[in-house]
């Protein structure tokens, strides 16, 4: 049975509830002061639509609750878009329209083809590869293609989307975006509303946020997640999903009994995966830690086509032929050949922490930003696919022979 809280002064209070007896809902009148006390025991809170009582902080804890707001009254627009609230009803309204209002339509089902609606997700091993900083520029590069792209950020390990953009990370994000789900009223209309709208050159990019204490990690179960990324498909069209680099199974094997898996948020978002981008750091360390995890890393995403990025390329490392030692491990170890390289920009990534804005809103040149171009071109459907960079890097600037400069022959 519904129950629905009630804040409104007497005797209009009273009188609603009434109303919302007789329409078979449970209604509970209550000081404005005590509301927050009793949302847990609510589906539904009325409220007058006043700028003091519509704070952060009590929209926040009604989104934690899972509990709709339904303002009543005069309002000002601008407040309610900016906390994602639909328009208020009249402070006459009758208990049946707050049941027209409360009645949400069931959200709607993926397409039978869902070719052009693709989740993509961003892994990489233990050890900063820079995930993060690849899954916030990739995310943009798609926006310039014309793609409705959203970024979330699912790790439950270390997240740090919001602090990358400079966003709060008190926001509700894909925790509140799982609860929805896992309720079976997550819709369209309800991503927007718990998103925040970022703008970047490219454009505005939608980005649910993730959890702003790893502590809270039982909140991104598997079930909740795969159900979140499911109604994100009708949302955007492309989904890039920033994930940890935990891919083992160990708390399934440890425990006989049944419950909430460490990082069941990853592996449940690489089983639900379109594309796999996998980030690997240019380094001894890093390749080694990607090769342990690689074959894990193609049984969690079966059919799902993997794009492997070497980041932060640079000879330090590795001496000489840096991209041909690489290619050549890979290829020996996991039989991969197809690599692409993102060069190390320490310019072009330093502003963006700096600034707290994207790569390419920075440093527009940036060699990195025009990597992950590239590579958002391969992944853009219709577009040829491109390597990020080839083993003998680029040719500008690249000395002719002398023949060509009109020195004279031998």
């Known amino acids: 049975m519904t129950t629905v809280l009630i804040g409104l002064p007497e005797p209009r209070a009273g009188v609603l509830a009434a109303e919302l007896e007789l329409e078979g809902v449970t209604a509970v009148v209550a000081p404005l002061d005590a509301l927050v006390a009793r949302l847990a025991d609510a589906d539904a809170v009325v409220v007058p639509a006043r700028r003091e009582l519509l704070t952060p902080a009590f929209i926040l804890a009604c989104d934690r609750a899972s509990v709709r707001v339904v303002p009543v009254g005069d309002h000002d627009s601008r407040m309610l878009a900016r906390h994602g609230l639909a328009a208020t009803l009249t402070e006459g309204a009758t208990g049946w329209e707050v049941l027209e209002v409360l009645r949400e339509p069931d959200p709607p089902s993926p397409p039978a083809s869902a070719e052009d609606h693709r989740i993509i997700v ?126 083992d199974a160990d708390d399934e094997v440890t425990f006989d009994i049944t419950g909430p898996r460490r990082h069941a948020a990853t592996t449940s978002a690489l089983a639900e995966a379109d594309a796999v981008i996998a980030v690997v750091t240019a380094d001894p360390v890093g390749i080694s830690r990607f090769l342990r995890d690689h074959s894990e890393l193609r049984r969690l995403t079966g059919n799902a086509p993997l794009t492997i990025l070497i980041n932060k390329v640079r000879p330090g490392p590795l001496g000489f032929d840096v991209r041909g030692q690489i290619r050549r491990t890979l290829e020996r170890f996991a039989g991969v050949t197809d690599v692409s390289f993102l060069p190390l920009d320490h310019r072009a990534t330093d502003a963006a922490l700096l600034h707290a804005r994207p790569p390419s809103d920075v440093s527009p040149r940036s060699a990195f930003v025009a990597a992950v171009r ?34 004279p022959e031998a």
């Not at 014309?146 to 994000?173: E, H, K, M, Q, Y």
């Not at 970047?200 to 939608?206: E, I, K, Q, W, Y």
């Open 122 to 247: 961003v892994w990489g091993p233990h050890g900063a590869p820079g995930r993060s900083t690849v899954a916030i520029q990739l995310a943009v590069e798609l926006t310039r293609r014309g793609r409705r792209t959203a970024l979330v950020d699912a790790d439950t390990v270390a997240p740090s989307i919001a602090l990358l953009l400079g966003l709060s990370d008190d926001s509700p994000g894909i925790a509140a975006a799982c609860r929805r789900a896992e309720m079976g009223a997550l819709d369209e209309a309800e991503l927007r509303r718990l998103s925040a709208t970022v703008s970047t050159s490219a454009g505005a990019l939608a980005v649910l946020s993730g959890i702003n204490r790893p502590s809270r990690w039982p909140e991104l179960s598997a079930e909740r997640l795969r159900a979140a990324l499911r109604a994100s498909r009708s949302w955007v069209e492309d989904c890039v999903v920033d994930v940890s680099g935990a891919v």
């Open 374 to 407: 590239r590579v958002a071109l391969g992944l853009t459907p219709g577009a040829e696919p491109t390597t990020a960079g080839s083993s003998r890097g680029s040719s500008r600037g690249a000395r002719r022979p002398r023949r060509e400069r009109g020195a």
